[in-house]
């Protein structure tokens, strides 16, 4: 079986296309697969000398039909006859990561060529970009009701081309004007098990009963299309991160207790018993504030967006620490939660 791997630098791809010697014993295929992919260039390994002979063949890439035996079959045209033949695909596709140029290579003779060459791409994302790049990753956490949201939606109208927010999948059921696949992927116990079988979560967690994950692919393929990707998690997804890469991870906290209750009840859509989970909740995540590299008082929506917008920057990206106003008002809002909680509800106190 012949084998050769086909490896052209992207300026000089034209120009070698243009000058392929027909005694080349290969066959190549310019292409444009996502946004960040400039050129990818793939050979057959064919399974007689006479298929390889076969020049400046078309490769239908997106139907490739597998066989048993692993090896592919491809319906290659040079412009004059079709021609069915079976093989194994070497690759490399060039793209633009960030603003630099990346070749990744990758062999296949598996079953699944498409999961194969994602998994490739994306393990080559995570290794050799992201885990160098954190600043173009951030983490944001926060209770319930602080307004995670509100600062992220301020983000993407103050800089839409800048960043991407990473859609989480999850097992519980959509909320009144959530939309699939914009709000969270649906899914159902099932799917999501299968996933994780499969290894497609940058992390995921159990909270109230129900799944919430983050797929790679959700993170890596927005990072490579040149953005910068905010991931809304709770606590023990971040933790999960951070055991996996440095990324810089923000914890969004409210100016006080009082305003954290005011902001839950006054989304209006709150009832009594799920604003009580949702502080019973706020009471688990506060013991990990401190394992966030920044601690962040959401007390105007615009400063507060200032401020995890330069986190992005590269000189902010090991900035952390947190001062003595930001530890007392978790005290404050910490005993807060446990007083309402034991107490019954703020009505008592004459607030609204
Ligand atoms: N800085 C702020 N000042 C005053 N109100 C705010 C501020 N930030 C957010 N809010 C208000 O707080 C409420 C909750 O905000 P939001 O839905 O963004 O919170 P969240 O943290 O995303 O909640 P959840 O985790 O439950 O989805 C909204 O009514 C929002 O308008
Ligand atoms: N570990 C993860 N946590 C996530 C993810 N997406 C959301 N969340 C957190 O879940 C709770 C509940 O969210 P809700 O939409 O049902 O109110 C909240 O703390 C989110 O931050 C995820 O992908 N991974």
Known sequence: MSCTKLLVRNDIYDLYVKNLSTLDKGAYYRYRWEESCIKATLLLHAKTELEVEEINWKYELRRPLFEKDNLVEFDFDNGNKKIRCKGIIAGTDIYRVHGKIEEIEYDICGKDYETFREKCLYKHIAEKYIKETPEKLLIISGFSG???????????????????????????????????????????????????????????????????????????????????????????????????????????????????????KNSGTETEESIRRRLKRALVEIEHVEEYGVILVNDSVEGTAFVVDALFHPALKHACGCNERELNIVKEIREGIIRYLSNGNLSDRGIY
């Not at 159990?206 to 606590?235: H, Q």
């Open 146 to 264: 602080v307004g995670k949201g509100t600062i992220i939606h301020q983000l993407l109208t103050d800089h839409p081309e800048k960043y991407v927010v990473s859609v989480s999948s999850t097992t519980r059921k959509p909320r009144k004007g959530e939309v699939d696949g914009k709000s969270y992927h649906f899914t159902t116990r099932k799917e999501f098990e299968e996933l994780v079988s499969r290894d497609e979560f940058l992390e995921f967690s159990e909270y109230a009963g129900e799944y919430y994950g983050t797929l790679k692919k959700e993170v890596y393929k927005n990072y490579f299309e040149g953005k910068n990707v905010i991931i809304e998690i709770d606590s023990q997804g971040a933790r999960q991160i951070r055991k996996q890469q440095k990324i810089q991870s923000v914890f969004l906290i409210p100016p006080s207790f009082d305003e954290l209750l005011h902001r839950l």
